[in-house]
């Protein structure tokens, strides 16, 4: 392991964390990083998903259950980690904040994002219930939330994601912190969308003069952002320094393979796609529309309509990649639920030449035509059924004459196929899987993995179509790269056709062979991959290129 720098200190420190160490149970996970944050610097903490840069954060304000924490966390001359409970409380969310990964798993389902933005302000602040409404109101328009005062009522599943996203920093914000702690506060959002994130942060940072510690694998994100890096690898501190001169010269072989883990193409080649006489999914004049309650007396009689999928014409053949890409709300993830049958549409939409309807046999043997991998497995994957539940499932509805042992048998087949486990395996071979994998529950397992289990689970039943609803996006740089080379090897052996649904351009661009720009529910541009990316003719697609580079 190379020795890391001495960290560079801009004038006094406004946190500087000596030989911090993180254990559970005796097992360490953080081993005696340093490093400082100089008042009104913005310094990236930059790894993969198991590094230590989540528990780190977390760890210096002791938010880390039975975690047995060494070492320093200096906050404007007093350690973080030696204070009383009572003092480090009054410092969390007053003088430290904090912006988690996932609005949506972090915000209470139960209050208004508004009335949780004032519950912060009346217990950090004071103020009473009224002054701390309208406080909450101007922090939600300061973030760039359109029409505040109504959006202080909205639930959070009511919020797209990137309202949400900018509800949590407005709730940070609420006590003017010195040092905001921002967690991968853009991996789960469009590109465009990012970067409105990245920009409001950048504003309000200089605005306040507050500092930023950036959790993230995001390189773009850190390239655009951070005044300096900090690079984590399995709890070590192995590089730090200016952002310009890590990413000109980075030392650490570790650093230089985050660097180069960008999405590469590997899809077949058009003229190798055999022929198909029919396309095994396709759409003509799709539409899809939601029941909305009307204001007033109104919606005493009548509802509303929300259309949020109009006029979509599209066709996959078989071997083929279709990408479609756009923001947040632009009916991307409405129109894959609609493809699975999961929603109710209008027009024409087929899958193998048949339509989804209301007989249950029926729609049953088109499922095993067509499955779903979705963007989160964390949240997809049940915590509490073990891998060969999870990957078997679908055999015991559509296999049922299979024995148990002939179950478990293609279980272990379709683990070995996507490669999972075949990092502790002695051979390339399902005798060499581990013994104890199939008895394993989803939280046991790294990001990467639960998606190869999710991606498993897919294919067990051999479908021909596989909608891959932003397959990618919450993972690691590294990860991304090693599941795309999974599913485009997968395509070129099974003859796979995929539904991409994506808001990310280098996705599109390694795995798709045709493309679909979406905006506001209507198709704005299609087109083959390389025609569309290279010269984009809608102003919005031009948009979403841009931002991607």
């Known amino acids: 392991m190379n020795k890391a720098p001495t960290p560079v200190t801009q004038g006094t420190a406004l946190l500087e964390v000596r030989d911090l160490s993180v254990a559970f149970a005796g097992n360490g ?89 004032a519950e912060v302000i009346t217990l950090k602040q004071g103020l009473a219930q009224v002054q701390s409404a309208q406080a909450a109101i101007d922090l939600l328009a300061e973030t760039g939330i359109e029409e505040p005062a109504r959006r202080y009522h909205a639930f959070p599943h009511q919020l797209s994601g990137g309202q949400r996203q ?68 399995h709890g070590h501190l192995v590089e730090q320094g200016t952002t310009a001169d890590l990413f000109a010269r980075p030392q650490h072989a570790y650093t230089q393979r985050l660097l180069a883990s960008q999405p590469e193409r590997d899809a077949l080649a058009d003229a190798a796609v055999a022929p198909a006489t029919a396309p095994v999914l396709s ?114 509805v559509h296999h049922l004459a299979l024995s148990a042992q002939e179950r478990r048998d293609k279980v272990l087949q379709a683990l070995h196929e996507v490669g999972l486990g075949q990092e502790e395996q002695a051979a390339n071979s399902i005798d060499a899987l581990p013994s104890d994998l199939l008895g394993r529950y989803p939280h046991e397992f790294s990001g990467g993995q639960r998606q190869r289990l999710a991606i498993a689970r897919a294919l067990i039943i051999q479908p021909a179509i596989l909608v891959l609803d932003e397959p990618t996006s919450a993972l690691d740089v590294t990860v991304q790269k090693q599941v795309l080379r999974l599913l485009q090897r997968l395509q070129r052996e099974r003859g796979l056709s995929y539904l991409l649904i994506t808001h990310d351009v280098a996705v599109i661009a390694a795995m798709a062979h045709d493309v679909i720009v979406m905006k506001g529910g209507q198709v704005v541009e299609t087109g083959s991959v390389a025609k569309v990316l290279a010269q984009p003719t809608h102003p919005y697609t031009r948009m979403l290129v841009a931002a991607a580079n």
């Open 29 to 117: 996970v953080v081993h005696g990083i340093s490093f400082s944050i100089a008042p009104g610097e913005k310094v990236a903490l930059v790894g993969e998903s198991g590094s230590g840069k989540t528990v780190s954060a977390l760890s210096m304000l002791r938010l880390v259950a039975d975690a047995q924490i060494g070492g320093q966390a200096m906050f404007n001359g007093r350690d973080l980690l030696s204070l009383p409970e009572r003092a480090l409380q009054a410092i969390r969310g007053q003088d430290i904040a904090m912006i988690f990964q996932e609005p949506m798993t972090a915000l209470n389902p139960l209050l208004s994002v508004g009335n949780q933005i």
């Open 166 to 233: 900018r509800a949590m920093i407005a709730m940070a914000l609420a006590c003017q912190p010195q040092l905001l702690l921002a967690d991968e506060p853009t991996t789960a959002l469009d590109v465009s969308l990012r970067l409105q994130i990245l920009d409001l942060l950048q504003h309000l940072q200089r605005e306040r003069g507050m500092a930023v510690l950036l959790i993230t694998h995001d390189l773009n994100l850190v390239r655009r952002f951070a005044d300096r890096v900090v690079v984590l690898e």
């Open 283 to 396: 759409a003509h004049g799709l539409r899809v529309g939601y029941a909305t309650a009307l204001p007033g007396w109104r919606g005493w009689f009548k509802r509303g309509e929300f259309v949020a999928v109009q006029a979509v014409d599209f066709s996959l053949a078989a071997g083929r990649t279709l990408g479609i890409m756009g923001e947040s709300g632009s009916g991307k993830s409405t129109l894959a639920l609609a493809a699975l049958g999961l929603l109710p549409s209008q027009g024409e939409l087929t899958v193998a030449g048949q339509r989804w309807g209301s007989d249950h046999a029926r729609n049953q043997a088109l499922r095993r035509q067509i499955q779903v991998v979705f963007q989160d497995p964390f949240s997809s994957l049940s915590p509490r059924l073990t891998v060969e539940e999870i990957v078997g499932e679908g055999l015991t």
